[in-house]
């Protein structure tokens, strides 16, 4: 029994298509065609009335939202509330992201991620590690009395969850170029952040097959004249992705834009770093026993050090229309198409036959007002 959404402006990934219906049979879109001309399985129509069907956005570094911080209760209830929170702001896939902890916290982690996605919790694509495998004179919020080297018991738990990908964010001059390209060739994707190394040691790990670049510019080492940094090896490398906090607080919109500029076309990916305050109505919380404190937009420690982000997807989208200069179409993509890529799922960020019907709804002043997870409607707003 299929259902055909009809009068709506759809956004395939590449054009926007009007008198065109997307029609979804379990969890899939099986044809995007003429709305006068619908295949005799659909049984039922939704009246987009207008608004536009867009692919739905896909997080790759989310701590929290609802009030709950995955670090706090690794468990698939916090899944649950994260994936709702977010859900309401344009979030049909995501990846929870644990920041530096113990190994058991890590394991607890992985568990509810494996039972998430086996229990179908709506969005739930595998996990981000995002440490504990950093360096401290890099920790941003992160407690360094966490951090560890990648040794053979680390790499059994880096490598244990068989269901859905798992992202790893490490500092590669902690590591060897062996234990990058191990960790790639057991399926993880390996990103760098928090990281001291200069331009030659992370053109070494690119070499290594490292992929993608964690919030670039924060927490890494920077661009300058004589030492390109960090920051120079990703805006030089074409193939790997670097993820941005399009908050306004994080980088500055001008070092976006350069960055924008600068890196090859399909690379920068829009991402959150959301923290519980996202969908939560007390926006003050609890990080590694410190109040982190929600002040205009901005979370901070007492001493003024920025912990994660009060954004949605949402607003990424519209801040990076604004502080970019790019149409809605790139901001979408950056949102949907390209972090797909980056993560290897094949068959989300774009609104095509055969693909998952992962798919939002925005209005005319760019809310969202319906979405879809696995063909199913799970509208919060
Ligand atoms: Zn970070």
């Known amino acids: 029994m299929a259902t055909a959404l009809v009068n709506g402006i759809v956004f395939t990934s590449e054009h926007w298509l009007t008198n065109q219906a997307v029609v979804i049979d379990e969890d899939k879109i099986t044809a995007v065609c003429p709305a006068n001309d619908l295949p005799s399985q659909v049984a039922n129509t939704i009246d987009l009335k207008q608004q ?17 911080l995955f670090n706090d209760a690794p468990t698939l209830e916090t899944l649950r509330i994260i994936s709702e929170a977010h859900r309401a702001f344009g979030t049909t896939g995501f990846y929870p992201t644990l920041i530096s902890d113990n190994l058991e916290v890590m394991q607890a982690g992985i568990t509810a991620v494996k039972q998430a996605i086996k229990k179908k919790v709506p969005g739930v694509l595998g996990i981000h590690l995002e440490g504990p495998f950093l360096n401290p004179e890099r920790k941003g919020v992160h407690d360094a009395s966490k951090f560890k080297i990648i040794d053979e018991s680390a790499f ?3 490598t244990s969850l068989d269901i859905g990908k798992t992202l790893i964010t490490l500092a590669p001059e902690l590591t060897t170029p062996e234990m990058i390209k191990r960790l790639i060739n057991a399926g993880v994707i390996v990103s760098a952040g928090h990281s001291a190394a200069t331009y030659e040691q992370t053109k070494i790990a690119l070499a290594s097959g490292l992929t993608s670049f964690t919030h670039l510019f924060n927490a890494m080492t920077p661009f300058t004249s004589r030492e ?77 050090t920025l912990a994660g982000s009060d954004l949605t997807m949402i607003s990424t989208v519209t801040n990076a229309i604004s502080f970019l200069d790019i149409t809605l179409d790139e901001a979408i993509r950056m949102a949907s198409t390209y972090p797909a890529a980056m993560m290897g799922e094949k068959y989300l960020g774009e609104i095509k036959a055969g693909y998952t019907a992962s798919m939002i709804l925005i209005d005319d002043q760019n809310r969202v007002t319906r979405s879809w997870v696995n063909g199913r409607e799970l509208t919060e707003n």
């Not at 536009?52 to 709950?68: E, K, S, W």
């Open 52 to 68: 536009r069907l867009v692919p739905g956005f896909i997080d790759t570094q989310v701590n929290g939202g609802g009030g709950a």
């Open 156 to 158: 059994q738990i880096l």
């Open 228 to 304: 390109p940094g960090m920051v120079g090896a990703a805006l030089e490398d074409k193939n790997s992705w670097c993820g941005i906090i399009a908050d306004g607080f994080h980088v500055h919109p001008a070092s976006l834009k350069i960055a924008y500029q600068a890196k090859t076309r399909g690379k920068i990916i829009l991402v959150t770093d959301a923290m519980p305050s996202v969908g939560a109505i007390n926006k003050n919380f609890m990080l590694n026993g410190e109040l982190i404190r929600y002040d205009n937009g901005k979370l901070t420690t007492a001493t003024g």
